[in-house]
């Protein structure tokens, strides 16, 4: 698999203004998009730090995966996302390893990019996202 760097931080938070206001008065940083993702049942604050981004996820449904995910655990982060060239060709190879995929095929998530999921009881705890923008190349 080609991982190219670190794409984004998902975290999730009770309260997006709350937290975006966080991010700029304390750390200095500059939220620059909040997006809903319908299909996720979130919405969605960015943040740019160098190649990474910081994206807080505030739930927009109790029954969403972030809405259990902070009923569960509270706020704090909830998964990391790789950049990788060739989505597809990294998921069937994952597949083919044996680690458990959440997301067979890659669906659109924010910011238009390809997303799929793999899951934490393959990875040592950790909700993976392979992600790739196929709209910059
Ligand atoms: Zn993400």
């Known amino acids: 698999?080609?991982?190219?760097?670190?794409?984004?931080?998902?975290?999730?938070?009770?309260?997006?203004?709350e937290s975006i206001r966080f991010y700029e008065d304390m750390l200095g940083m500059e939220c620059y998009?909040?997006?809903?993702?319908?299909?996720?049942?979130?919405k969605t604050a960015f943040f740019q730090v160098g190649q990474t981004k910081i994206e807080l996820l505030e739930s927009?449904?109790?029954?969403?995966p972030i809405?259990?995910?902070?009923?569960k655990k509270g706020e704090g982060v909830h998964h990391m996302a790789f950049a990788v060239?060739?989505?597809?060709?990294?998921l069937a190879q994952m597949d083919e390893k044996g680690?458990?995929?959440?997301?067979?095929?890659?669906?659109k998530g924010a910011e238009g990019l390809d997303i799929a999921f793999l899951h934490p009881k393959s990875t040592h705890g950790v909700l993976m996202e392979l992600c790739e923008n196929k709209n910059k190349k």
């Not at 927009?60 to 969403?64: N, V």
């Not at 809405?67 to 009923?71: P, S």
């Open 1 to 17: 698999m080609d991982i190219s760097h670190i794409e984004h931080i998902g975290i999730a938070v009770k309260n997006l203004e």
């Open 33 to 42: 998009a909040v997006e809903e993702v319908e299909e996720q049942k979130v």
């Open 60 to 64: 927009t449904d109790p029954e969403g």
């Open 67 to 71: 809405g259990k995910f902070l009923e």
């Open 85 to 90: 060239k060739g989505i597809e060709d990294a």
């Open 99 to 107: 680690v458990r995929l959440i997301d067979r095929k890659p669906r």
